[in-house]
């Protein structure tokens, strides 16, 4: 059997339990992601960066906490669930306690929430979606290292020095999670805070998030074992996340030049 270089690190995906509860890593990961990310938003609102009250805010991640789930769950249905049988309940599209999340589906839970919440409230939606933006890499880097933890979302083979041998695989393979974590996570994190720097127009940093996650996610795919159910969608090595993330860039790239002549306000 062939032997990586760096071994896995075989990390218990539960960190304990209460009673018939599992606290896992994955989840804890969410947890505090989504506590890091209230705390600077609740400070960019004391110096005025982000545009809104307190209490809107509250309200809003309760929200956005809705488009998450089901919008991952709704995107995962629609782009990646291949086997559709008819016996299959009503509710297939959202039971999200049956597994499977699309960061894509997830990315459009949220911006449809966000534009609902903000026409609501006539609040400004993309000052929020520019601060959103500024946050998210951190529940992105620690999503992915609750992947790695679990060893799921793994790599293609490979022979590079850090190569692993994942759970249930007898060959090494790609971290590719961990390629996921630091270029969507810590690097997009930078590359945002920089632009801000240069007092963008208001939507512009949403708009970069986009176009730098899809640049990241396209190129890490590439390492990344495609999805079994789907394998490669086109010319033997295009895969659906990229094909998403194509999208998305372009999304971004139109967003950032029709914001351009918005005043900066960020």
Not at 135 to 153: A, D, K, M, S, Y
Not at 162 to 167: D, L, R, S, V, Y
Request: proline letters at 7%; hydrophobic letters at 50%; glycine letters at 10%.
């Amino acid at each position: 059997m062939p032997v990586a270089l760096i071994p896995y690190p075989h990390i218990s995906p539960v960190i304990f339990h209460i009673g018939p509860l599992a606290i896992r890593w994955y989840g804890l990961a969410y947890l505090l992601g989504f506590l890091l990310s209230y705390m600077i938003l609740r400070r960019m609102i004391r110096r005025g960066t982000l545009r809104i009250s307190r209490q809107s805010l509250d309200d809003l991640l309760s929200w956005l906490a809705l488009g998450v789930i089901f919008g991952g769950r709704l995107g995962w249905w629609i782009f990646y669930h291949h086997n559709i049988h008819e016996q299959e309940p009503w509710y297939e599209p959202i039971a999200i306690w049956h597994g499977g999340m699309s960061f894509h589906g997830g990315l459009l839970g949220v911006a449809l929430v966000l534009f609902i919440f903000s026409r609501k409230r006539r609040l400004p939606a993309w000052n929020i979606a520019d601060c959103a933006a500024l946050v998210t890499p951190i529940g992105l880097f620690l999503g992915r290292l609750g992947n790695f933890v679990n060893g799921e979302l793994f790599g293609r083979p490979s022979t590079v020095p850090w190569a692993m041998i994942f759970p249930g695989e007898t060959i090494p393979r790609h971290p590719s999670q961990l390629y996921e974590a630091l270029l969507e996570g810590p690097t997009i994190m930078a590359i945002l805070w920089l632009i801000r720097r240069a007092h963008p127009r208001d939507g512009q940093i949403a708009a970069a998030f986009l176009i730098f996650y899809g640049c990241f996610r396209f190129l890490v795919e590439f390492t990344r074992e495609p999805d079994p159910q789907l394998g490669f969608i086109a010319f033997g090595w295009l895969t659906m996340g990229q094909i998403l993330s194509a999208v998305i860039v372009l999304i971004g790239v139109i967003l950032w030049l029709s914001r351009r002549r918005v005043s900066p306000k960020i």
